[in-house]
């Protein structure tokens, strides 16, 4: 059974830095892309990032270029997501999602998902 979970989100003060960690089981990450995404109350959910396990291919948010960097660990089954310089308007909740056919670029078509690890940036 294909499995996500989250971890490292918490509390910290913008400028600071946080990374999160999206452990996979029940299959392997070398034919899926992983996306994170943030939900945010009042807001759509909103695509952050994606890593298209074929090539290795990356992908932002503009709102979130040059200061996250998405990276994978196949041989732990491990997506991160290193977030720095961090502001109030990254709070939200933060999901990661795999498919095998998602469209990275897009944030489309992503069919399992997380239960996400909440991330609040406040002073």
């Known amino acids: 059974q294909l499995q996500l979970v989250e971890s490292g989100g918490g509390l910290v003060q913008p400028g600071g830095s946080l990374r999160l960690s999206c452990v996979a089981s029940?299959?392997?990450?070398?034919?899926?892309?992983i996306a994170w995404f943030r939900q945010t109350p009042g807001k759509e959910r909103e695509g952050v990032s994606c890593?298209?396990?074929?090539?290795?291919?990356?992908y932002y948010a503009d709102s979130v270029k040059d200061r996250f960097t998405i990276s994978k660990d196949n041989a732990k089954n491990t997506v991160y997501l290193q977030m720095n310089s961090l502001k109030p308007e990254d709070t939200g909740i933060y999901y990661c999602?795999?498919?095998?056919?998602?469209?990275?670029?897009?944030?489309?078509?992503?069919?399992?998902w997380g239960q996400g690890t909440q991330v609040t940036v406040s002073s």
């Open positions: 999602a795999a498919d095998p056919w998602a469209q990275c670029a897009k944030f489309y078509g992503f069919g399992s």
């Open positions: 029940g299959f392997t990450l070398d034919y899926y892309a």
């Open positions: 890593i298209r396990s074929s090539d290795d291919s990356t």
